[in-house]
């Protein structure tokens, strides 16, 4: 079956970029996703990208995919105290269901 | 008003006892899908609906069930909980054809 795989954790400085990566198994994946969830809340959809793209950048995010690889990141632009959170990487193949990674808890340090 | 409700939001029971958690959906979608979060093991799939007459079993269905009421109306039951159900369970909703899942608040059940 599929699998999504990310690193844990992360911490970073305020202001620098964050990178968090992400590791996929499913060659035939439709759609790619980022979720965040801050302390004590549901998940919201970040940004997502389609298969056929390589990049998509919505102001401080940017999303990077190596389809080749099965590599998907964010990045975060300029940091800030109110992005730490669990960071979900989760993709999807046609109609069935999102299948999520373990997630990333970004610690931001002021 | 929040489109995807869940209640309850909290809830503490004993082994052995029945729970229902219930999540109802404004959006007018089709999918409905109940996961659980673990700490340090992310979201896994417990059951999924794609509309009322079809239910399916996610990666964990063990010892769960679940009951599409309506179109906008999933619920998922414990029959006899047990400690290792204590968790945060999140329902979500899609289209058919949409890209996205919403995701309701979540409950957080606790089983002594």
């Known amino acids: 079956g599929e699998d999504v795989e990310q690193s844990l954790f992360l911490s970073v400085r305020e202001g620098d970029s964050s990178v968090i990566n992400c590791t996929y198994t499913d060659s035939s994946s439709t759609y790619l996703y980022w979720y965040k969830q801050e302390p004590g809340a549901g998940l919201q959809l970040l940004t997502y990208?389609?298969?056929?793209?390589d990049m998509k950048q919505d102001q401080r995010l940017t999303v990077l995919l190596n389809k080749k690889d099965k590599h998907l990141s964010l990045r975060i632009a300029d940091t800030q105290t109110g992005d730490s959170a669990i960071y979900f990487c989760?993709?999807?193949?046609?109609?069935?269901?999102?299948?999520f990674g373990k997630g990333t808890r970004l610690s931001v340090i002021a | 008003d929040a489109d995807v409700t869940q209640t309850p939001r909290n809830r503490i029971t004993k082994t052995g006892k029945r729970i229902m958690l219930e999540c109802s959906q404004t959006?007018?979608?089709?999918?409905m899908y109940w996961y659980r979060q673990d700490p340090g093991l992310g979201l896994r799939l417990i059951y999924y609906?794609?509309?009322?007459?079809?239910?399916n079993k996610g990666e964990i269905s063990d010892g769960y069930s679940v009951s599409r009421q309506a179109q906008a109306k999933f619920s998922l039951s414990l029959e006899s909980a047990i400690p290792n159900q204590t968790a945060l369970y999140f329902c979500?909703?899609?289209?058919?054809?949409?890209?996205?899942?919403?995701f309701g608040p979540g409950t957080r059940l606790t089983v002594t």
């Open positions: 609906s794609f509309d009322v007459k079809d239910i």
């Open positions: 990208i389609f298969s056929n793209m």
């Open positions: 959006k007018g979608h089709d999918r």
């Open positions: 989760a993709e999807r193949t046609g109609n069935t269901p999102l299948v």
């Open positions: 979500a909703t899609s289209g058919a054809g949409s890209y996205e899942q919403y």
